[in-house]
């Protein structure tokens, strides 16, 4: 397994594979780490979550460029991804016992509650995207909830995930209580089943996350899935049109267009709909493709080249059922995973860039009669991840972001992003289960009822 450096093609490191022997060794010391941690109190864990929190900020510059090399990250966003993590492990430092506090609830009982216990050693499947921010994420909860962990990362971020386990463990954490295993994807299925896994998380495709919940599911293993989305940032025609293109620009253009909350499609009413393709089109031409190193990129390489080309692919078969290329769409020569800004509009259902996932720098641009029509466009996707409404009338948006679009959250103009206190996952084929704020700290944990007779 190696790791390489999209924007030069050049190879950073080469890894050895884990055996299933050597994993499931891994696998029994953390089961056994757990069941002390399980009891240490959550003043203790939030101590060792603090200073997970310090080191993160202090490391931040190293770690930004860490993920420029592995992923093509550009070295700003990454510092940024740096500070958010540590954002994450403060907060439920600081808010976790109040979230796992029992419920006292009144019934024919002299006591009767519900108390929260963790559930053992935890698989976290995770993505190349955002390599730190999807684990700590993850993490936070899991660790302050009494749980263990394993990581299990993308192999084109492995020195991402050993770095990552040499900051917890630096922080003080028990060593056996957090491990990265080093292990394909073709060879998780014995992972996922071992007996002391006891829960599995992922982040990922679709695809990925139909596989792992049927291998779960085998062994009765509680799953969270957070996959993919196309996400739909409808405009009306009362919206702020300047205002609305360039929120639209940022959120398309977040991480090099790799993430699965990006905007993805954007459904106009047709009364400011060539307003907004004017103003949108200027602002993604004025972005700056390049080295993820060079002050002053907002768009690194993709990933790898095998995904720059199958989004070349998607754009170029959009291309040939009828969609109009107003920016980019020429796959770039040279060495490096790179792909140029890309605006596309006459989309319509049957193409990939309607039907399918663009993780990258394209959008796909529809228009739209009226606001009936684009809440029908905006639900008419298996996925169902994030969404936005852009209107000056924010109590009509409001309704509709609330009661009417098929999303696992919606924002008013805003572009959609995670925040730790607040519920973040999907519905449909964009997953299950909830990350973040208390709902996901109660993902991973047993909600015992405790009855005491009269």
Same mark, same amino acid.
């Given at each position: 397994m190696k790791t390489i450096n999209p924007a030069t093609g050049e190879t950073l490191k080469e890894y050895q594979e884990m055996g299933i022997e050597e994993i499931g060794s891994i696998i029994k010391k953390a089961n056994a780490?757990?069941?002390?941690w399980k009891f240490r109190s959550f003043e203790e864990r939030a101590g060792y979550l603090r200073k997970i929190a310090s080191i993160l900020r202090d490391r931040k510059s190293e770690l930004a460029e860490l +993920?420029?090399?592995? +992923?093509?990250?550009?070295?700003?966003? *990454?510092?940024?991804? /740096?500070?958010?993590?540590?954002? =994450?492990?403060?907060?439920?430092? @600081?808010?976790?016992e109040a979230f796992l506090e029992a419920d006292v609830i009144e019934t024919d009982a002299s006591k009767s509650y519900v108390t929260f216990n963790p559930l053992g050693v935890v698989l976290a499947i995770m993505p190349w995207n955002f390599p730190f921010w999807q684990l700590f994420r993850f993490a936070a909860p899991a660790l302050m909830a009494g749980n263990g962990a394993i990581l299990k990362h993308s192999a084109n971020t492995t020195g991402c995930a050993l770095e990552i386990e040499n900051i917890i463990h630096d922080a003080?954490?028990?060593?056996?209580?957090?491990?990265?295993?080093?292990?394909?994807?073709?060879? +998780?299925?014995?992972?996922? %089943?071992?007996?002391?896994?006891? !829960?599995?998380?992922?982040? *990922? $495709?679709?695809? &990925?996350?139909?596989?792992? &919940? /049927? %291998? !779960?599911?085998?062994?009765?293993?509680?799953? =969270?899935?957070?996959?993919?989305?196309?996400d739909p940032y409808i405009i009306l025609e009362d919206a702020d049109v300047k205002k609305a293109a360039e929120t639209c620009a940022t959120s398309r253009l977040i991480n090099s267009g790799q993430s699965c909350i990006a905007a993805k499609r954007f459904i106009v009413t047709e009364k400011v709909y060539d307003e907004f393709v004017e103003e949108f089109t200027q602002i993604m031409k004025s972005k700056k493709v390049g080295d993820p190193f060079e002050e002053g990129t907002d768009v690194g390489p %993709?990933?790898?080249?095998?995904?720059?080309?199958?989004?070349?692919?998607?754009?170029?078969? $959009?291309?040939?059922?009828?969609a109009n290329i107003l920016l980019g769409g020429e796959k770039p020569k040279g060495s490096g995973a790179y792909y140029p800004v890309t605006v596309m509009d006459n989309i319509n259902?049957? +193409?990939?860039?309607?039907?399918?996932?663009?993780?990258?720098? =394209?959008?796909?641009?529809?228009?739209?009669?009226?606001?009936?029509? #684009?809440?029908?466009? /905006?639900?008419?996707?298996?996925?169902?991840?994030?969404? #936005?409404?852009?209107?000056? @009338?924010?109590?009509? &948006?409001?309704?509709? /972001?609330?009661?009417?679009?098929?999303?696992?959250?919606?924002?008013?103009?805003?572009? =959609?992003?995670?925040?730790?206190?607040?519920?973040?996952?999907?519905?449909? %084929?964009?997953?299950?289960?909830?990350?973040? $704020?208390?709902?996901?700290?109660?993902?991973?944990?047993?909600?015992?009822t405790v009855y005491i007779g009269n």
């Open positions: 780490a757990q069941k002390e +993920m420029a090399k592995e +992923m093509g990250k550009p070295l700003a966003q *990454g510092e940024g991804e /740096a500070e958010k993590c540590a954002w =994450v492990c403060d907060y439920y430092a @600081d808010h976790a003080g954490i028990p060593k056996d209580l957090f491990r990265t295993i080093i292990r394909d994807k073709s060879g +998780m299925k014995d992972v996922i %089943q071992h007996d002391w896994i006891s !829960a599995v998380t992922l982040t *990922g $495709s679709t695809r &990925a996350g139909k596989a792992v &919940a /049927a %291998q !779960a599911g085998e062994t009765l293993k509680k799953t =969270v899935l957070e996959l993919g989305g196309s %993709q990933a790898r080249e095998d995904l720059r080309d199958e989004l070349h692919d998607q754009v170029q078969r $959009s291309k040939e059922k009828g259902a049957g +193409m990939p860039a309607y039907e399918e996932e663009l993780f990258g720098p =394209v959008a796909a641009i529809i228009k739209v009669k009226d606001e009936e029509e #684009a809440i029908k466009v /905006a639900n008419d996707t298996n996925f169902g991840l994030g969404a #936005a409404i852009f209107s000056e @009338d924010k109590k009509r &948006a409001e309704e509709i /972001a609330a009661n009417k679009i098929e999303a696992g959250c919606c924002f008013v103009n805003e572009f =959609v992003k995670s925040d730790p206190r607040l519920p973040f996952g999907g519905i449909k %084929q964009s997953g299950y289960g909830r990350e973040l $704020s208390l709902y996901g700290i109660r993902e991973f944990v047993n909600a015992k």
